[in-house]
Nanobody, 120 residues
Framework: QVQLVESGGGLVQPGGSLRLSCAAS????????MRWYRQAPGKQRELVAG???????HYADSVKGRFTISRDNGKNTIYLQMNSLKPEDTAVYYC??????????????WGQGTQVTVSS
């Protein structure tokens, strides 16, 4: 059974930092591209950052220079280091995994989400 479990969300003041984690199980982690999405109330889910199965990162323009995505294939985990947080970063953050190889290519899984609130 595939599971993606996010952690690390919470309440932080503007300008503060948080680090999100997403631990995966039930997949061959090194063959999956991993992504962070977020969804704010009343808005569509949007891609925040992603990292390919070979470790190449990419970011939404709104978070470039502030957020850093990384992966640890030995721990089947990805991270999102979020610095200089703004109130507009407030959202539920979701982890996403998409298979990049073999017969499962394109298969996607989602985590349950973790709330990030940026407020003074």
């Amino acid at each position: 059974q595939v599971q993606l479990v996010e952690s690390g969300g919470g309440l932080v003041q503007p300008g503060g930092s948080l680090r999100l984690s997403c631990a995966a199980s039930g997949i061959i982690f090194s063959t999956y591209a991993m992504r962070w999405y977020r969804q704010a109330p009343g808005k569509q889910r949007e891609l925040v950052a992603g990292i390919t199965h070979i470790g190449l990162p990419h970011y939404a323009d709104s978070v470039k220079g502030r957020f850093t995505i990384s992966r640890d294939n030995g721990k089947n985990t990805i991270y999102l280091q979020m610095n200089s947080l703004k109130p507009e970063d407030t959202a539920v953050y979701y982890c996403n995994a998409v298979s990049q190889t073999g017969a499962t290519i394109g298969t996607a899984y989602w985590g349950q989400g973790t709330q990030v609130t940026v407020s003074s």
